[in-house]
């Protein structure tokens, strides 16, 4: 039977997330075989801050070394394409085109969010319909709404990556898992913290989840020329300018001296 091994790459979050994982078998004998041997996979997860870069290369040595593999082993090059930190993307995307460059291998892009939802469900095979929903700063979330089809045995997605303010987030109308850091983020407005059968904030951008999801990627042929390879950018605006700062400022202390005014005036006319 046929070996299949898939390196996954996330710096999308303040962790540096990588995985080797190697699987017998391809996607007709697995479907086949309920009773399949699942694949091995060695990970390293490691909250790094703003330089992931710099642990990356390390550990995806390591990871080799750990497996008794080499780079030459390898057969597609995962990462999570995004949404997330615009700095952390673009490492993972170096990185995953570089290697693929070096091997001419393909590339499979895993949604950061989808990565969520295979999170979620690898935790509790029960979480079929999931909204992920991950803390994009600013005041706003990135979300998508998946639901898990077992005849095709891959996720639908049924609301693709968005960004919203978390009162605007739509909620699916079955019971549904919430997955990822919002809800921790955002409490309780966020309208999905209630409605929510089950909310797990540990279904976070992960490379097994993501390798789990490229495999599947990868089988049915959803990968892409290493110069294809790019971010999911949702927001197109990392940050305001000085400018947009100090007018916000400005407002604000506006609208503060006339709520003061306006209540100066109320004791006045009582």
């Given at each position: ?96 085109q ?26 509790d095979p ?63 407005r ?14 976070l951008?992960?490379a ?5 999801a ?57």
């Amino acid at each position: 039977m046929t070996q299949t091994v898939l390196l996954a790459l996330d710096t999308s979050t303040e962790f540096c997330s990588v995985a080797l994982l190697s699987a017998v078998g391809g996607a007709a004998s697995q479907a086949a075989d309920p009773g399949r041997t699942e694949p091995r996979i060695w990970a390293r997860h490691e909250q790094t801050g703003a330089v992931s870069s710099t642990r990356l290369l390390p550990a995806i040595r390591e990871l080799f070394d750990e497996a008794g593999l080499t780079l030459a082993d390898c057969h597609a090059i995962a990462f999570g394409s995004g949404p997330g930190s615009f700095t952390g993307l673009r490492t993972a995307t170096g990185v995953a085109q570089g290697l693929a460059f070096g091997l001419n291998l393909p590339v499979v892009p895993v949604s950061t969010l989808l990565a969520c939802a295979e999170s979620a469900r690898l935790r509790d095979p029960s979480a079929t319909r999931v909204l992920a929903a991950l803390d994009a700063r600013m005041d706003e979330i990135y979300w998508a709404d998946y639901a898990w089809d077992p005849a095709l045995g891959e996720w639908r997605t049924l609301q693709p990556a968005s960004l919203d303010a978390p009162e605007r987030l739509v909620l699916p109308d079955v019971p549904f898992t919430l997955a990822g850091n919002a809800a921790a983020a955002f409490g309780a407005r966020l309208p999905a913290v209630a409605a929510a059968q089950i909310v797990d904030s540990e279904a976070l951008p992960h490379a097994v989840p993501l390798a789990h999801a490229a495999l599947r990627a990868f089988r049915a042929g959803r990968t892409v020329a290493a110069d294809q390879a790019a971010p999911e950018y949702i927001r197109d605006k990392v940050a305001q300018t000085t400018a947009e700062r100090m007018a916000e400022k400005a407002a604000k202390a506006e609208q503060a001296a006339r709520l003061a005014h306006d209540a100066h005036q109320g004791e006045g006319r009582q």
